[in-house]
């Protein structure tokens, strides 16, 4: 095995888990234990891992493993969520997607849903398309750009590789001349006094004019999600409509949402 397979494998194994033993490791990979410990080394120097003493852990608010790593995390809960939140949007409107798993996957659940012809109205065919995106996450133009039935609108701006995500100016320049009937937010954190926040304060700005861009602010996160806090805040709950997510949501979390007006919908 190469050291680039050893990597992807070790990196696959720390984000199904989050958190990784070299002894496990070495095992699982079968390779030494000093093996594991300088792949853990220089992944790290990479900022792609955190190292403890025994192994590696995915934590802390500046942590952030590449897309195509999170995506196994809480892969059945996100697929509930992403169902669940195609079955709202209606035929004809425009959708802002941003960058993440969970986003991914919705856009892969509006592809499925509008394509089965269940979300066409009457003249829908004649009129238009069956449903318009506007998206900043390149992963999700391309997954999108094929579906004849969609009209994918992308943003411009500077590419962030472990999200996919177009940041910057130019994004700025295209999303202040678009109107989103919905708006569907990725997000790294949820706090009852702070809101919704991201790792990265150029994402979150993006975040933010596209939930001021929208009629209505959809969010959708796992569970896993809730209380954790990330650097850069994108807005508050008060802009919020409605929080998607799985039922390992505690009911006192439930409460603080709905208490600041936010509507939760568990599935």
Known sequence: MSKHERWNTLLELLAASGKLEVEEAATALDVSAATIRRDLDELAEQQLLVR????????????ELPLRYKSTRHAPEK???????ADLVAPGEVVGLNGGTTTT????????RFASGR????GAASAGPALTVVTNALNIAGELAVRPQIKIVTTGGVARPQTYELVGPLTVGVLNEVVLDVVVLGVDGVDAELGVMAHQEDEASISRLFAERASRVVVVTDSSKMGRRAFARICGLDRIDLLVTDTGITPDTVAQLTEAGVKVLTV
């Open 52 to 63: 403890t003493r025994g192994g590696a852990v995915v934590h802390g608010v500046s942590y």
């Open 119 to 122: 979300a066409e109205a009457p």
């Open 105 to 112: 996957e919705v856009a892969r659940a509006l592809a499925l």
């Open 79 to 85: 697929r509930r969520i992403a169902e669940a939140v």
